[in-house]
Every structure is written in C-alpha cells, then in structure tokens.
C-alpha cells in the first residue's frame, strides 16, 4: 500500500506540473484556477445559486464570497434576487464573463492539443482510454465514503 500511496502522490505532482496547476494564474489568463472553475460553472447552469457553487466545489463560503463579489466588480457575473425569497440570489455571466470563459476555453483546449499532439494516435487513444479509467475509478471513491 505504500508503494502505491507514493505512486499516486508522484503522479499528483507530475500532472499538476504539466496542465499548469501550480501557476499564479491558470492558462495565462489572470484568473486562479479557483477563480477560473468558479466562472465556469455559472456557465454552465443558468441562474446557479451560491450554494449549490459551495455544494459543488466544496469550498469556503467567505473565500467563495469573496470572489463573487471580485467578479461583481469586475462586471463577469450579475446576481438575480429571487422573486420567491430575496435572500436568495442567482448567477449568471454577464456578456463580458461570457467572452472571458470563451477565452478560457480555448486556451484549455489550446494547451490540451499541444499536448496530444506531441502523441501518435495510439497513445492518444491510450491516455484518453487512461483518463476515463481513472475518472470512474476515483468516483467510485467519492460515492464509496
């Protein structure tokens, strides 16, 4: 079992290298990868409340607050007041946080192509063969607790 914890562990470290992880600001962008996760998921759910974002990524609120509030700011998100319960507020891009995750986007699936690329064929089929592997193998641990 040791042998296999430091396995993991080596591979952790090794992989958050080569997508940039480690980085100030995640694909160039200005954003921290916290940050950058956070714009992507209120784009991909209209109107997402600020807890399901806690629920989802399993975060601080006050930190998560903090960046909402960052990104008010900055005019990439707007929040909708229920008309049910005012306490409550929905997210949702604004046309500037819109154009902003377009630029993440293709700079991650720009950084992903260079990365196959440096591939044949086979071993693309190979590592993205890997990745499903280890996406069912570590859900099984997150549903498992």
Not at 27 to 36: D, H, K, P, Q, V
Not at 60 to 69: A, M
Not at 73 to 79: D, F, M, T, V
């Amino acid at each position: 079992m040791k042998d296999n914890i430091e396995t993991f562990r080596r591979f952790n470290r090794f992989y958050t290298n080569v997508i940039g992880l480690l980085n100030k600001q995640i694909l160039n962008s200005g954003y921290t990868l916290i940050e950058a996760r956070i714009l992507y998921e209120i784009s991909q759910k209209e109107n997402i409340k600020a807890l399901e974002l806690l629920e989802l990524l399993q975060m601080d609120k006050g930190y998560l607050s903090r960046i909402l509030k960052k990104f008010e700011a900055q005019k990439l998100i707007s929040r909708i007041v229920s008309s049910e319960d005012k306490r409550v507020n929905s997210l949702q891009l604004t046309n500037l946080g819109m154009d902003e995750i377009q630029k993440l986007d293709f700079a991650s699936s720009s950084q992903a192509e260079m990365i196959l690329r440096k591939l044949s064929t086979a071993e693309q089929i190979t590592l993205i063969d890997a990745f499903g592997q280890i996406t069912d193998l570590l859900n099984k641990t997150m549903t498992n607790e």
